[in-house]
Structure formats: structure tokens, C-alpha cells
Nanobody, 115 residues
Framework: QVQLVESGGGLVQPGGSLRLSCAAS????????MGWYRQAPGKQRELVAR???????NYDDSVKGRFTISRDNAKNTVYLQMNSLKPEDTAVYLC?????????WGQGTQVTVSS
């Protein structure tokens, strides 16, 4: 079974960039659909971006044109490149893996956008 560990969060000024990484251990990473979600204090968890096993992507409207999800199956890693960050992007970002009825989560990494 795949286990997920996120990294790359931190404090950044508005307009800045961060790249999140999600490293997966275990086998069969390449056949999982991978996603990034976020959860801000007092708000529901929301999907930010998703990438299928074949590389198709989709994004929440709030991040289109600013965020890019990608995966490197050779490194068992999925990335989220975040540009032009806004204060409203502040949240805990969680990595998600999905295959049929199996759904796995990482522990999350904090992203804070503030001047």
C-alpha cells in the first residue's frame, strides 16, 4: 500500500512561489490518481488539483493559471508548483492517492502566505 509524505510548505509573501512535494512509498504508485487538497482553519477540505495515472490534470478554478500539478513516476513523487500566491491560499495542503475504493492521505504541510 502507498504511504504519502508531503514537504515544501512554509511562509511566503504574496506573489511568491512554493513547490510542494509528495513522496510515496510502496509499490504501484504509477497507477494511483494523485491529488492535492487544502484545508484552511474553519473551512472544509477542498480539492486543489488532481492528476490521473495517465497524466490528465484538473484544477479548482481558484488556482487555474497559477498552480501546476505534475508527477514523476520514476521518483514516486507528485508535485504542486504554486505561483502568484495569495493570502487566501493559506492552508494545510494534503496529498491524496486514490485507486478504485482505496484512498490514502498524507499528514499535510502548512502553507502560509503573508507579508
Amino acid at each position: 500500500q502507498v504511504q504519502l509524505v508531503e514537504s515544501g510548505g512554509g511562509l511566503v509573501q504574496p506573489g511568491g512561489s512554493l513547490r510542494l512535494s509528495c513522496a510515496a512509498s510502496g509499490s504501484a504508485f504509477s497507477i494511483y490518481a494523485m491529488g492535492w487538497y487544502r484545508q484552511a482553519p474553519g473551512k472544509q477540505r477542498e480539492l486543489v488539483a488532481r492528476i490521473t495515472s495517465t497524466g490528465s490534470t484538473n484544477y479548482d478554478d481558484s488556482v487555474k493559471g497559477r498552480f501546476t500539478i505534475s508527477r514523476d513516476n520514476a521518483k514516486n513523487t507528485v508535485y504542486l508548483q504554486m505561483n502568484s500566491l495569495k493570502p487566501e491560499d493559506t492552508a494545510v495542503y494534503l496529498c491524496n492517492a486514490r485507486l478504485l475504493l482505496v484512498e490514502l492521505w498524507g499528514q499535510g504541510t502548512q502553507v502560509t502566505v503573508s507579508s
